[in-house]
């Protein structure tokens, strides 16, 4: 079922103007408020509500309601209580007037524009995490421009949950290809932290690239690789093959990890480049170089007054004349 504009909600609290999209699971609305205040409705689309699991959908939906007003940060869209309408929850949320970063003018943004948004969106994450769930839906379409701001906020929880939940099952409306990570493909798996950071990590390639990254899955069975453009900053290059490592071990292990080498971006609008810290065994192996350097320079001079030494002690101060044999 599909609400008309003027369609009145929770008694006459919000009234429909238009709908906005729909997703996966939802629709959504753009609608008013008591006080003409521009607002966003959520509820589930007519394709699931017929389903065996829409009991659960339900669930997903008071679940990121109770998540998303926890969140107390810029860059993570703000929520009201939800409500139920003819049997059907609603989430109302702000509204963000602005595009997403799907949908730019420009697909393809410089590198100080898009490490501004990452940026921004990394640090909504840790606030996410911080609180013990994951986003598991970090892409370009999820995060919304404010208008006429370099101010990106992170929509969509719907397939939010508690970090270290098991799959029960894995479903391909679930998986966003090109940003979701290979664990997210398995029923086995335990995603946390790592696995916003894959679609983080996914989320900047795109956003310099123009283009999707190869699949995970496409990665692990065909070994396809990531490429980046020539000119790209090699250390924004790095940082996202780090990221979006396909062995959830090998990625950083929070956002901030991740974020402390990703170059910054000043107030003049310059990439600045943070100093890589040494490794604790090649900074331990430069110290003993230079210990033992030193050492043998020691052992080389003390080696030097020893021949000195015996050399001088060899050498009689007063000579005695050979004797002369005479006729």
């Known amino acids: 079922m599909v609400w008309q504009p003027g369609t009145k909600l929770k008694g006459d609290r919000y009234t429909i103007d238009s709908i906005l999209g729909g997703g996966r699971f939802g629709f959504t609305y753009l609608a008013r408020d008591r006080n003409g205040n521009r607002v966003v409705i959520k509820t589930p689309n007519d394709e699931i509500v017929n389903r ?90 999820n995060i919304i421009l404010r208008r006429g701001e370099q101010n990106a906020v992170l929509i969509d929880f719907g397939l939010a949950r508690e970090i270290g939940d098991s799959l029960t099952a894995t479903r391909s409306e679930e998986i966003s290809k090109g940003f979701s990570p290979l664990e997210l493909y398995s029923s086995k798996a335990k995603p946390d932290e790592r696995t916003d950071i894959y679609a983080l990590g996914a989320t900047l390639y795109d956003l310099l690239t123009g283009t999707k990254p190869p699949d995970a899955s496409d990665r692990k069975t065909s070994g396809a690789q990531l490429q ?76 030097i007054f020893a021949d000195l030494d015996s050399l001088f002690e060899k050498t009689p101060s007063n000579p005695t004349p050979p004797p002369t044999n005479n006729p």
């Not at 703000?78 to 595009?99: Q, R, V």
């Not at 979006?244 to 609008?269: F, T, Y």
Request: some cysteine; glycine content about 6%; aromatic content about 8%.
């Open 52 to 141: 065996a699991d829409f009991d659960r959908l339900q669930e997903a939906f008071v679940r990121e309601a109770v998540k998303l007003a926890k969140c107390n940060n810029p860059h993570i869209v703000k929520a009201e209580d939800p409500f139920k309408e003819n049997g059907l929850w609603c989430l109302p949320m702000e509204y963000i007037d602005g595009p997403n970063l799907s949908r730019l003018s420009d697909r393809v943004l410089s590198e100080a524009e898009a490490l501004c948004y990452v940026r921004q969106i990394g640090e909504a994450l840790k606030e996410v995490h911080k609180l013990g769930f994951l986003h598991r839906d970090v892409r370009p379409e």
């Open 228 to 303: 980046f453009p020539a000119g790209m900053n090699p250390k924004i290059a790095k940082a996202i093959a780090w990221a979006m490592q396909l062995e959830m071990d090998d990625r950083p292990a929070s956002v901030e990890a991740w974020l402390k080498r990703l170059p910054k971006v000043n107030q003049k609008g310059a990439i600045v480049v943070p100093e890589e810290k040494e490794k604790s065994f090649d900074r331990q192996f430069k110290i003993w170089s230079l210990v033992l350097g030193i050492l043998t320079a020691i052992g080389v001079l003390i080696g």
